[in-house]
């Protein structure tokens, strides 16, 4: 038994040998997680129970199934896999003889996301700040985190009560003849790319905040995606002389160029990539250098002063038009949203290369069923 990181005894997670179940992205991650928190740890192996094709091992780390009948059952089992499925998962492990069975739920993938973090800034000479742990002062700025929810978004199994900063936008509404009830705001007014939408998802509200609004600090949430803030945290980013807000980075494998080619058109990434390299070939530099990490904060989500909005989104959008432009429209409905997938690695890309003049702090973020 060892010292978790976490700072308490826990028996199950200080083992030294353990499994992990799932053998894709979600498993691997945890395995990322583990492996660097605790050295030393050994992942006996991968499991799976279902049909998919699956590789024979990841790294050096063997893939077996379930029923291989050659498992050590005192050993604990990481359950790596879409929550969803874990009640299911837990069932097969006890009946297969397990009893140390732990769920990655969200409270865990937060904890061992945040202790990662502070590792591997430390492991930098860099500080992993959250805004939580900041101090606050009184404060009197104006700020708004717009949240974008269109009309064809599925509703929410429980309802949600809105912060008091938090201000809903409708998305994609120049599409549309229908209203969000009790929505006063539209991405289809002043200059806008509503009609866009089907594409650009969320991000015909970020241009429209960065057009239209009038705050002083701005952001963009999602009507089951929320941001977890301290009721003070407008006081502590000025007290503190923050930047920027951005979710906790999530680790991807085997790095964010790859990743982004195996889950999307590979094609819509060279063209990004053409771009930058002929609009600025030392920036292209940069960006490969950073999309060979495995680290971005998702979800094109963030808080921000309006000066670094406008820089922002002066930088970003040439960069989407341009590649929109070369890659068309998609009659797949996910994949015709490609340049909402590239915002999310590009806005990341552009808070590392310019983090010695923007202070950034870090915040978890909630997801709604």
């Known amino acids: ?32 997680y583990l492996q660097t928190l605790y050295p030393g740890l050994s992942i006996e192996a991968y499991l799976y129970n279902n049909e998919e094709p699956n590789p024979e091992e990841i790294g050096d780390i063997p893939v077996i199934r379930l029923d291989a009948g050659r498992l050590c059952t005192k050993y604990p089992v990481y359950i790596g896999t879409r929550g969803i499925y ?3 998962i837990a069932k097969e492990l006890r009946d297969s003889g397990f009893e140390k069975i732990i769920p990655m739920d969200v409270g865990l993938d937060i904890r061992l996301r945040n202790a ?14 959250k805004i ?10 104006s700020a708004a985190v717009y949240v974008a929810k ?6 929410l199994r429980r309802q949600y009560r809105e912060e008091p900063y938090e201000k809903l936008i409708q998305v994609g509404t120049a599409l549309t003849g229908r209203r969000l009830p009790g929505c006063l705001v ?25 057009k239209n609004a009038d705050e002083d600090i701005v952001g963009l949430a999602h009507y089951r995606r929320h941001f977890t803030l301290p009721p003070d945290w407008i006081g502590r980013m000025l007290a503190n002389r923050v930047d920027v807000i951005l979710p906790v980075p999530l680790y991807v494998m085997p790095n964010l160029r790859e990743n982004f080619k195996k889950r999307h ?20 530099k940069q960006a490969e250098t950073f ?14 002063r309006r000066e670094v909005l406008d820089e922002l989104c002066g930088w970003l959008f040439p960069i989407l038009f341009a590649v929109a432009e070369h890659g068309g429209t998609r009659e797949d409905g996910y994949g015709n949203r490609y340049p909402g997938f590239l915002s999310e690695r590009l806005l990341s890309f552009f808070f590392e290369k310019n983090r010695e003049r923007y202070k950034t702090v870090y915040s978890d973020k909630s997801f709604l069923d």
Not at 20 to 31: E, V
Request: negative net charge; aromatic residues 12%; glycine residues 4%.
């Open 1 to 32: 038994m060892r010292k978790s990181v976490l700072g308490v005894w826990e028996k199950v997670e200080m083992a030294d040998r353990i499994y992990i179940f799932g053998a894709h992205s979600r498993a691997q991650t945890t395995a990322v």
């Open 86 to 88: 874990h009640e299911e």
């Open 116 to 129: 990662y973090m502070e590792r591997h800034f430390a492991d930098r000479g860099r500080e992993f700040l």
């Open 132 to 141: 939580g742990n900041l101090k606050a002062m009184e404060d009197r700025t």
């Open 150 to 155: 269109s009309i064809h978004d599925a509703p």
């Open 186 to 210: 539209t991405d289809d007014t002043g200059d806008n790319i509503s009609s866009k939408n089907r594409q650009f998802c969320e991000l015909t509200a970020l241009y429209w905040i960065w």
């Open 265 to 284: 058109d590979s094609v819509d990434w060279e063209h990004m990539m053409a771009y930058l390299r002929e609009r600025d070939s030392q920036e292209a």
């Open 291 to 304: 999309f060979e990490g495995s680290l971005y904060s998702p979800c094109n989500m963030f808080i921000m």
